[in-house]
């Protein structure tokens, strides 16, 4: 009698066990989306970049390097890769990427339905990016499409992080 009592008193531990352990989990989930909100909201975000998609047939491309673009209200600041083609040169050779800030740019935000965010921007005083699209999920993880004036299309796939605040 005593082994079947051990035996119910183990199987109730272990669902009330993995109840709460089921509830920790929902709950850091929560706090991760409440923090990516904020960041959102707040526009003051970095999309770091993991991959990159060109559109000529050519595969992905996984980043090493530290590749980012920095949201705050008042700039964007792209730097970016490049891989696919340019339909005119870049003046200076060491500006191949997508590198600019802007200060001077519109800002759209749109929640979309089944969570997470769709943000459009398009800087007014750069030569070369036209829109950056960029699409954020509610944990963090985001797109972002560049197209430009003078340059085939390209896509990122990364995440989205708090921005540090320089001091």
Avoid: C, H
Avoid at 17 to 35: H, T
Avoid at 124 to 143: E, K, P, V, Y
């Amino acid at each position: 009698m005593k082994s079947v009592q051990s035996k119910v008193i183990t199987v109730l531990l272990l669902v009330v066990g993995l109840f709460i352990s089921n509830l920790q989990a929902q709950d850091k989930k929560s706090e991760k989306q409440q923090a990516v909100e904020k960041m959102v909201s707040t526009r003051n975000y970095v999309f770091k970049v993991q991959t990159v998609q060109p559109t000529n047939p050519s595969p992905n491309r996984q980043i090493t390097s530290d590749y980012d673009v920095k949201i705050t209200p008042d700039s964007v600041i792209s730097y970016l890769p490049y891989f696919g083609r340019a339909y005119t040169a870049p003046m200076d050779p060491t500006k191949g990427g997508i590198q600019f800030t802007s200060t001077k740019f519109e800002y759209k935000e749109e929640v979309r339905k089944k969570g997470g965010w769709d943000i459009t921007i398009k800087p007014q005083d750069t030569q070369d990016a036209r829109l950056l699209s960029l699409t954020i999920s509610d944990n963090g993880f985001a797109s972002l499409q560049v197209i430009s004036n003078n340059r085939q299309p390209i896509s990122f796939t990364g995440y989205i992080t708090e921005r540090k605040s320089k001091r």
